[in-house]
């Protein structure tokens, strides 16, 4: 950090000699200007924390310079102590009208010219403290507004879709059945059936995700205004190889890919709702399976390394962009092809919220089109 800067502005280089003496031993950079108009066109250079200012000086008065300088927006916050021979209240109240923030009577006591600019000084650092705290509150709330008018974008283009999909599955299969049943198969019946089954089944777990998504971003945001587990988890200890092999065989299973499932496993047991473990580890399986190729490697690994839980899945399928895991959460989709179902991106951004909560840590590395791997780590 630099030392204090500290100009004087005074005709009469001898004055400036007093305070450069008074204040040599004060750790303060020290400048001079012996007129008005020089002073303005170098204060850029100085950057002066406190301006010393003479009133008395021919051409343009200190009063006159402390008002030009009060009018410039980049030096306004500057206090600055008028110097002065005058002692009328009228005086001194032309001074304090002008925008000083305090005055100090010639001749110059040592004593009082130190604890003056000390006062000024402290005064500035408040000020530039005060302005720090408003310039970061002003781009966290313009940050802010940019995402939420984003994530509003792309929730108000996605979610209508996500809803009437599977809800004109189902209005449609019953429509149909409904008109036209006395005259269809058994074999046709079944069919639309299972459409309308199958539609529902995505609404339902569609809703599930919601609820889920808002649940932890409750808890994110508020986490002592919530009494549920998730906001308050139980130490309850769960064995994390059991639990994530048996839902990865599932998910493999299921997406008739167990001869691509590679697992090399620690057990390890951590303090975690069960529930909320599957639902990362659900997630995180979903996706390896969903954005890979068949007949590619879904590589699952877990360890107990400096004190905490790492678990890592890796597929080497679709691969995202740099921009898209920064994205994560932002109710996009990510590259699906016209034939898929599509998603709003909740799942990851559930994972990360629910590591988060846990104390842990959620991270993405990928090569586009190559690969892809989640990684987290949690406290035991």
Known sequence: ??????????????????????????????????????AIANIHVYQPDVILLDVMMPDIDGIELCIRLKAMQQWAHVPIIMVTSLTSKKDLALCLKAGATDFISKPVDRIELQARVKSMLSIKKQYDQIKTLSNLQENMIHLLQTNLSELCGNLSSVLPHELSTPLNGVLGAIGILRDDHQNMQKEEIDEWLTIGQE???????????????????????????????????????IPTEFLTAVTLKSKADIAGRTDDLVMNMEDVEISMIERDYLLIVNELADNAFKFSKAGTSVVVSSQLKDGMFHLSITDHGRGMTEAQIAKVGAFLQFDRKKHEQQGMGLGLQIVKRLVEIHGGKFSISSIYNQETTFHLELPL
């Open 1 to 38: 950090m630099s030392n204090p800067s500290i100009l004087v502005v005074d005709d009469e280089i001898n004055n400036f000699s007093v305070i450069k003496i008074f204040l040599a031993n004060e750790g303060y950079e020290l400048h001079y200007q012996s007129n008005a108009e020089d």
């Open 199 to 237: 539609s529902l089944m995505r609404l339902e777990k569609l809703t599930k995700k919601f609820l889920q998504y808002a649940r932890v971003e409750m808890c994110s945001v508020n986490p002592n205004e919530d009494d549920s587990e998730l906001c308050n988890p139980y130490e309850l200890k």
